[in-house]
């Protein structure tokens, strides 16, 4: 069984930068997709960025383009999310999710799509 465990949040003040780690054990992440979501007090979950089993495919929401850089190291069993030029507006706890997507170079930023998902971490902008 796929587990997931996210770490690397904190407080940071505006402009500032943090990187996210989703960390994974009980199987290999080379044939999973894997996405961060994020959800700010009295808001919807939000997806963030995905990036496909390969690598080679990634995506991300425009409020974060050019901002945040999604990447794995699958001999480390682990994908980043690199976070700079960090808002207020980053504020919210941040989930990392995967799914094989029938082994293929799928990707999403559809929370339902994703089977697997971690416990969450804290993002705190503030000055």
């Known amino acids: 069984q796929l587990q997931l465990v996210e770490s690397g949040g904190g407080l940071v003040q505006p402009g500032g930068s943090l990187r996210l780690s989703c960390a994974a054990s009980?199987?290999?992440?080379?044939?999973?997709?894997i996405a961060w979501f994020r959800r700010a007090p009295g808001k919807e979950r939000e997806g963030v960025s995905c990036i496909s089993s390969s690598g080679g495919i990634t995506n991300y929401a425009d409020s974060v383009k050019g901002r945040f850089t999604i990447s794995r190291d699958n001999a480390k069993n682990t994908v980043y999310l690199q976070m700079n030029s960090l808002r207020p507006e980053d504020t919210a706890d941040y989930y990392c999710?995967?799914?094989?997507?029938?082994?293929?170079?799928?990707?999403?930023?559809?929370?339902?799509?994703?089977?697997?998902w971690g416990q969450g971490t804290q993002v705190t902008v503030s000055s």
């Open positions: 009980g199987s290999t992440l080379d044939y999973y997709a």
């Open positions: 999710a995967a799914d094989a997507f029938g082994y293929s170079d799928y990707v999403s930023l559809y929370s339902y799509e994703y089977d697997y």
